[in-house]
């Protein structure tokens, strides 16, 4: 169908780009990316076909999975799982993944087009990469824009430490995690027992 084609066809441009972010990069140009990635809806047209196709010189496309039907969060918990089996890599420090999704294969429109290959180019800065020596300690999550509230980063692409992953909630339970600390919460609220005060 021509919605399959056109969302084909921003797959292969978001690829396109990525590989040719990280062929510009000081700190990837030198070796090929392990790119793991997980397809969600119509599969490829072929066995095979992303690795034949679309995947870039650049890199080493590594399929985990496909699933018929699915949510972020599965894609997530990917790479969270990834993230407690990783180690430091080349004396590094830490190890660190970019996240990035095909935004815009449901709804292509300019817009969605001009977001995804900026929230993909500033994932995959250099900055992001490897922060500055004076904010390594700090920066455990880039992107271009992080918001307080709700927390997240615009867009959901980012590029972050695996030692920070790792203390996360597992995405598959956090939907689950969070209802029990709102009940929790609500049945605190209605406890005569407790005292909640807005003073400091």
Known sequence: TAEYQTALDVVVDHVNQ????????????????????????????????????????????????????????????????????????????????????????????????????????????????APPASSNNSCNVCGESFQPTPLRMAGNMFTASCDYVRKLVPPLSFERQMSQAADRARLLWRDPAMNFTSQI
């Open 18 to 129: 990525i590989s040719i972010l990280i062929c510009n990069s000081t700190i990837l140009s030198k070796n090929r990316v392990d790119f793991y990635f997980i397809s969600i809806g119509e599969p490829f047209p072929s066995p095979g076909y992303f690795k034949n196709e679309i995947c870039q010189p650049s890199l080493r496309c590594i399929q985990l999975a496909h699933l018929p039907s699915a949510y972020e969060e599965h894609t997530l918990q990917a790479l969270y799982q990834y993230c407690q089996m990783a180690t430091p890599h080349n004396n590094s420090t830490q190890t660190r993944v970019t996240y990035l999704h095909s935004k815009g294969t449901f709804h292509p429109t300019p817009n969605q087009e001009a977001w995804r290959t900026s929230l993909t180019t500033a994932a995959l800065h250099d900055d992001c990469l």
